[in-house]
Nanobody, 127 residues
Framework: VQLQASGGGLVQAGGSLRLSCAASAGSGTIVSINAMGWYRQAPGKQRELVASVTLDGTTTYTDSVKGRFTISRDNGKNTVILQMNSLKPEDTAVYYC???????????????????WGQGTQVTVSS
């Protein structure tokens, strides 16, 4: 399974960015993805969960982004979106998308595959 993230960039404080991450399975076909999420890692800090959304649409946010960020997913396109509004300099980080369990049709079987990460996209918020 490959995750392709896009949408990072440089924005002034108070601005908005939209991150997108699409999952694909090469020669296989994705049947379903359990949870999809976004993590971030700032220089000198540990990677932290920003937001996640389960297959049934239940969302979770870290406290610092509640009310500013919105996570959503399109199951038909195997895509997760993070809409980031009212950005602050402390949101500056590399953002990574993640999936946990992914069910993929490969040949005649359905395989359950785990824990994939996108390549990371830089978000920089200037003050």
């Amino acid at each position: 399974v490959q995750l392709q993230a896009s949408g990072g960039g440089l924005v002034q404080a108070g601005g908005s960015l939209r991150l997108s991450c699409a999952a694909s399975a090469g020669s296989g076909t994705i049947v379903s993805i359990n949870a999809m999420g976004w993590y971030r890692q700032a220089p000198g800090k540990q990677r932290e969960l920003v937001a996640s959304v389960t297959l049934d649409g239940t969302t979770t946010y870290t406290d610092s982004v509640k009310g500013r960020f919105t996570i959503s997913r399109d199951n038909g396109k195997n895509t997760v979106i993070l809409q980031m509004n009212s950005l602050k300099p402390e949101d500056t980080a590399v953002y990574y998308c993640n999936t946990d369990r992914v069910w993929v049709i490969r040949g005649a079987t359905v395989e359950e595959e785990y824990d994939y990460w996108g390549q990371g996209t830089q978000v920089t918020v200037s003050s």
